[in-house]
């Protein structure tokens, strides 16, 4: 829809332009004093141009929509995380449940502070990825990146108990 090649490497300022035009092309006041069919076609339209814009707008949003298109990525997948991510969450989740009981301003901001570093060192694994302007990656490459969109999850949940 957005003519772009599959990549996380976008250009933000030329999916804008895009957005722009294809709004303007399938605008539903344009199909105004059309049939219903073709106005109900445009809002469809409307819809789908919104929802694409959100996701080639998001890098992580455009990451899981690459790995569902190369089939990496699967709805209700129960994908399992290595053991070592698992302890250091049930680690930070310990410390939000003794948060609930005891609100602590200083052991809060220390523990966004631990999420934020997490965050980073994960990203750090993969950022070239999101810095090479090609998307031909090998199986590893891609089970990487999934890994990554995983961890990724779990943290933002985390951060939103936070």
């Known amino acids: 829809m957005f003519d772009m090649p599959i990549n996380l490497l976008v250009d933000l300022k030329s999916i804008q332009r895009k957005y722009f035009a294809l709004c303007k092309q399938y605008h539903p006041d344009k199909f105004s004093l059309q049939g219903a069919?073709?106005?109900?076609?445009?809002?469809?339209?409307?819809?789908?141009?919104?929802?694409?814009?959100?996701?080639?707008?998001s890098a992580e949003q455009r990451l899981a929509y690459i790995l569902r298109e190369k089939e990496i990525l699967i709805t209700d997948e129960k994908y399992q995380l290595k053991p070592a991510f698992l302890g250091e969450m049930?680690?930070?989740?310990?410390?939000?449940?003794?948060l609930e009981f005891d609100e602590d301003a200083e052991k809060k901001a220390a523990l966004k502070q631990e999420v934020s570093k997490l965050e980073e060192g994960i990203f750090k694994e993969i950022s070239t990825y999101f810095e090479s302007a090609t998307a031909d990656w090998s199986e590893e490459d891609l089970a990487k990146l999934k890994d990554y969109h995983y961890k990724k999850k779990y943290l933002e949940r985390i951060k939103e108990k936070l």
């Open 37 to 57: 069919d073709a106005q109900e076609e445009a809002l469809e339209m409307t819809s789908k141009i919104n929802q694409a814009k959100k996701v080639l707008s």
């Open 90 to 98: 049930m680690e930070i989740n310990e410390q939000l449940m003794e």
